[in-house]
């Protein structure tokens, strides 16, 4: 009987505590919409079947993109879509289309860290040296980001971040296969945040 009082009570105490703390303790809630530009590499091979050799290609673009999402205490969400100006002449356009599923670490008021997953689809058009006709990727997307997001006020965050997009994707034309490995992206990026009611 005394046992059974004691269990009712500890209950009732673990759950008026709780309920104590969460009217004190408010998490924000925000909208996000951001606005992102950088450097990519872009990791691929080329096959020349017909005359047995491999090739590994590294080409550096530039990248600038959008970012629209929304964020809880530790969590934060994109849609994301960037555009890769083109390596060279033969490219007609570069396109990812994701999304980013992002951990904050709050270290400070300041500052938080953070770490990510990301997947989504790559688009690109070109041409290969001594080809007529263009080549099409449309192909998934998944991988990691990580970095640093600074509050330089209530409503505005600036982060520098690194983030890595593996694919496996082959265009395989007059027994020339061009397969792109992966993106490495470092970049640099303003979030403007509302508060959500």
């Given at each position: 009987?005394?046992?059974?009082?004691?269990?009712?009570?500890?209950?009732?105490?673990?759950?008026?505590?709780?309920?104590?703390?969460?009217?004190?303790?408010?998490?924000?809630?925000?909208?996000?919409?951001?606005?992102?530009?950088?450097?990519?590499?872009?990791?691929?091979?080329?096959?020349?079947?017909?005359?047995?050799?491999?090739?590994?290609?590294?080409?550096?673009?530039?990248?600038?993109?959008?970012?629209?999402?929304?964020?809880?205490?530790?969590?934060?969400?994109?849609?994301?879509?960037?555009?890769?100006?083109?390596?060279?002449?033969?490219?007609?356009?570069?396109?990812?289309?994701?999304?980013?599923?992002?951990?904050?670490?709050?270290v400070s008021s300041k500052m938080n860290l953070y770490i990510g997953i990301n997947g989504g689809i790559v688009n690109m058009k070109f041409i290969a040296p001594n080809e007529t006709s263009k080549r099409l990727i449309s192909d998934p997307y998944y991988g990691a980001d990580a970095g640093l997001n600074f509050h330089a006020t209530k409503l505005i965050d600036l982060e520098l971040g690194a983030r890595l997009m593996m694919l496996d994707a082959t265009n395989t034309k007059n027994n020339v296969s061009y397969t792109f490995n992966n993106f490495v992206t470092g970049y640099a990026s303003i979030i403007f945040k509302y508060e959500m009611p």
């Amino acid at each position: 009987m005394i046992k059974n009082r004691f269990g009712k009570a500890l209950v009732a105490a673990v759950m008026f505590s709780s309920a104590m703390m969460a009217d004190t303790i408010i998490y924000p809630d925000y909208s996000l919409i951001g606005i992102e530009g950088g450097a990519t590499s872009i990791n691929s091979d080329v096959d020349d079947h017909n005359a047995n050799t491999s090739e590994a290609v590294n080409k550096t673009v530039q990248n600038v993109g959008v970012k629209i999402g929304a964020e809880s205490y530790n969590y934060r969400i994109f849609l994301t879509a960037n555009y890769y100006t083109n390596p060279d002449s033969s490219y007609d356009y570069i396109g990812t289309f994701g999304g980013e599923l992002d951990y904050l670490l709050n270290v400070s008021s300041k500052m938080n860290l953070y770490i990510g997953i990301n997947g989504g689809i790559v688009n690109m058009k070109f041409i290969a040296p001594n080809e007529t006709s263009k080549r099409l990727i449309s192909d998934p997307y998944y991988g990691a980001d990580a970095g640093l997001n600074f509050h330089a006020t209530k409503l505005i965050d600036l982060e520098l971040g690194a983030r890595l997009m593996m694919l496996d994707a082959t265009n395989t034309k007059n027994n020339v296969s061009y397969t792109f490995n992966n993106f490495v992206t470092g970049y640099a990026s303003i979030i403007f945040k509302y508060e959500m009611p």
